[in-house]
């Protein structure tokens, strides 16, 4: 993806989202964030930032947690939070802590440095495994090579966890992307369970924890 490929298909997901109903009392406000911070961070983390990466974080601000729809390992739908860095601040904040997490679990740094954080998947980091290329992902393999995944705050980040390389969210970001932004999930989900997704319901609770109890169902 090229990077006016990158900054177009952004654009077009924030557009999307708002169209679903966010954004409808802040409007969409710039980051603000240049490439001068972008390469600094890199520079500081010794990584190399994704271009799609790169186009997010010089796109709009999200100061909420964004529930969706999405799939899990098994090929379930369901009803998910995440929140996303769209600042090189946050982003700088979460590896460092990450990294001293890591390091308190007794790994070295060639076992977590290719790990990037790049929001919380609910309660849990979610990174960015810049060591997996992306096109040796396969979005059927039941997670074995997705890209995105997440790291628990209540599990031990041992030997095991760490060849797994933790729990397996998304196969990349795009497709995260396509199903927060764009809602691409939402017809099989409403399909399997007989209710209507909406921006209201996917902020309300009781929806979240009970849309498969008969008294979601459409009539």
């Not at 993806?1 to 177009?8: G, H, L, P, S």
């Not at 990294?99 to 960015?128: N, T």
């Not at 196969?171 to 396509?178: A, E, H, I, V, W």
Request: hydrophobic share 40%; glycine share 6%.
């Amino acid at each position: 993806m090229t990077q006016q490929e990158a900054k177009d298909y952004v654009e077009g997901a924030f557009q999307a989202l708002k169209d679903r109903g966010w954004f409808l009392k802040t409007g969409l406000v710039p980051t603000g964030v240049t490439d001068r911070e972008i390469a600094e961070f890199e520079a500081e983390s010794e990584l190399k930032l994704p271009t799609l990466l790169k186009a997010f974080l010089k796109s709009y601000r999200m100061d909420f947690d964004l529930w969706g729809i999405i799939h899990e390992v098994d090929f379930d739908t369901r009803p998910w939070p995440i929140s996303l860095n769209t600042s090189v601040k946050e982003l700088r904040i979460n590896w460092a802590v990450f990294r001293e997490i890591a390091a308190d679990y007794g790994a070295a740094p060639e076992q977590y440095g290719h790990f990037l954080p790049i929001g919380m998947w609910d309660s849990e980091f979610l990174v960015w495994d810049l060591s997996r290329r992306e096109d040796q992902v396969d979005a059927e393999d039941w997670g074995e090579s997705w890209a995105l995944r997440s790291f628990p705050h209540d599990e031990a980040w041992d030997k095991e966890f760490w060849e797994e390389g933790g729990e397996p969210c998304a196969p990349n970001f795009k497709d995260l992307l396509d199903w927060y932004f764009y809602g691409t999930l939402i017809p099989e989900f409403e399909e399997d369970y007989q209710v209507r997704v909406t921006y209201e319901r996917l902020n309300s609770y009781d929806f979240l924890w009970h849309y498969f109890e008969d008294r979601w169902k459409e009539p």
